[in-house]
């Protein structure tokens, strides 16, 4: 395969050799890279070349279901994810997903602070207050939602439920956020908004950003990575990338070839 | 249907006016005849209730493994085939199989007399009606959105957590409609019922004695029934029907609103 670790010194992320299987059908294979600190990374390929696949192995949601196997390794730390406990290494990396999901029968407030009652952690009504209210400001929903906290998430439109999906994701203060095309059930609008919200944000978090939307990752993106039928083709600074390709099929897929 | 029904009832409403639905005399002595409705309104509310108790426990511990646990296993499609066998098998074989061997067993308890009554016509509706609530609400857990159950899983919680604070309150109100519905359909039930009941047209005295059902006394009195007691019979399943269609109208109307 072709060099795909870039030179990263204390990357937030360390991928080695991951191969993920359905049924013993490998949708991801042997990819090995490392994530830089506190930037946007891309995950780009045409459909089905594992995307997805790759970015719901770095929380192990994969062990959700029987018949996905997971080989390999991910350091976070210096530490094998697989070899901690799911809930420890949940807590340090928060999931967004494609399409908006607020807990239906929740109010915004008890969205946003899910990720502690779920665990059972009782808090002060004060420290809630200024969780809420922290990450509500820090995905630019707090002045639009503020005199309604206590009205169910549902309500909201589909960029504001989204947004409120990435707040409950930073409440409890991971170091990396994993996006699973956030914008793509949004409209323009919507988009940008939350585009401008993950360059904000990489100040103080890592995100990896699966997209399908190759103007999005050279917009937001500092690093990509590109995919194509489970393997790793091409990794590096997304300007590289865009500008000078080094793999043909990387050239084919930004020139719109195919996917 | 319906009108019929209101005409053939029309004499015992002229007859008894209202205090047909909370007298509790029932004599078809001539000369002294006088028809209320009350035991059997009672008793059927009475068994109904008891049996929707007594089936509670059981039908939602099952749907929730099928639904939730054991979703997609063989397991699950095994008990789930199980479930629907059982809903399937015609009233009067639960009937038989009530007097020939559950009334025995009540008998052996020492609950008194003959083991006919209304704790013994409670338990077979109970065990009618535990594969019909047990799927409906199966359904309903199995209809829970996996990208929620996710967002709860990326948050850190547990499976237990994730039924706690997502599965079971988004699946409530259909849970709690397919238990109206169960209900309902333990209202109208009669062979089984008209079998190990008892069938004493008086209003129960106690949970352990006999007592008689809507619709086990239409079956049982119809036959012979002519004047003012004919009246007095389409009159209660008059009754029968106006209670058994609000408790179904509710039950899917929730459902309607949910989905
Ligand atoms: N639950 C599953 N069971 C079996 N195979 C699956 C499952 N999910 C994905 N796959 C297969 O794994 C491969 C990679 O899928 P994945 O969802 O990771 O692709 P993707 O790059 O995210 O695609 P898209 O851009 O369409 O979201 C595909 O061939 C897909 O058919
Ligand atoms: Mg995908």
């Known amino acids: 395969m072709t060099q795909t670790i870039a030179e990263i010194k204390n990357p937030a992320l360390s991928i080695r050799d991951l191969s993920i299987a359905y049924d013993k059908n490998y949708a991801v294979k042997n990819v090995t890279v490392d994530i830089k600190k506190n930037t946007v990374t891309a995950i780009m390929g045409p459909s089905g070349c594992g995307k997805s696949t790759l970015l719901r192995a770095l929380n192990r949601m994969h062990e959700l279901y029987e018949n996905i196997t997971t080989e390999g390794k991910v350091l976070l730390h210096e530490e094998n994810i697989y070899d901690m406990s799911t809930i420890k290494l949940r807590r340090q990396m928060g999931m967004v997903f494609q399409r908006p999901n607020p807990f239906p029968t929740m109010s915004i407030f008890d969205n946003v602070i899910a990720g502690y009652k779920l665990n059972g952690n009782s808090l002060k009504k004060k420290e809630k207050d200024e969780i809420v209210e922290r990450s509500l400001r820090d995905v630019a929903l707090w002045d639009e939602v503020k005199d309604s906290l206590h009205k169910k998430g549902t309500f909201l439109s589909g960029g504001q439920q989204q947004r409120l999906c990435i707040a409950r994701a930073l409440a409890f203060g991971p170091e990396i956020i994993l996006m699973d095309e956030p914008t793509s059930a949004l409209d323009p609008i919507a988009t940008s908004k939350v585009e401008d919200l993950l360059v904000k944000l990489k100040e103080h978090y890592t995100i990896i950003l699966v997209t399908h939307n190759m103007s999005q990752a050279a917009r937001i993106s500092d690093y990509s990575l590109f995919m194509y039928l489970g393997e790793l083709v091409e990794y590096g600074k997304t300007k590289n990338m865009f500008t000078n390709p080094k793999d043909p099929r990387t050239e084919q897929y930004l020139t719109g070839k195919f996917g | ?259």
């Open chain 2, 1 to 259: 249907m319906v009108f019929s029904l209101v005409g053939g009832a029309i004499p015992s409403f002229k007859a008894f006016g209202l205090k047909f639905i909370v007298s509790g005399d029932w004599d078809p002595t001539e000369g002294r005849e006088v028809y209320g409705a009350l035991p059997f309104i009672a008793g059927t509310l009475l068994t109904s209730f008891a049996a929707l108790l007594i089936s509670l426990p059981l039908s939602f511990s099952t749907s929730l493994f099928l639904g939730e646990y054991y979703k997609g296993t063989r397991v699950a499609r095994i008990l789930g085939m199980l479930v629907d066998l059982l809903a399937g098998i015609p009233s009067i074989v639960y009937g038989l199989w009530g007097f020939y061997v559950l009334r025995p067993l009540m008998i052996d308890l020492g609950f008194g007399g003959q083991g006919f009554g209304i704790f013994t016509a409670s338990l077979i509706l109970a065990i009618m009606i535990i594969p019909y609530a047990t799927s409906l609400s199966n359904e309903i857990i199995a209809m829970v959105p996996n990208d929620l159950k996710e967002a709860a899983y990326s948050l850190g919680a547990t499976r237990l957590e994730v039924i706690q604070t997502v599965t079971i309150p988004t699946a409530r109100s259909g849970i709690v409609a397919g238990y109206i519905l169960s209900f309902g359909r333990a209202l109208g039930e009669t062979m089984a019922v008209t079998m190990l009941i008892g069938n004493t047209n008086r209003v129960p005295d106690s949970f352990f004695g006999t007592g008689n059902t809507m619709a086990s006394v239409i079956a049982n009195q119809f036959g012979e029934a002519d004047g003012l007691k004919l009246s007095s019979l389409i009159a209660i399943g008059l009754l029968l029907f106006l209670i058994t269609g609000i408790v179904n109208g509710v039950g899917k109307l929730i459902i309607k609103k949910m989905t």
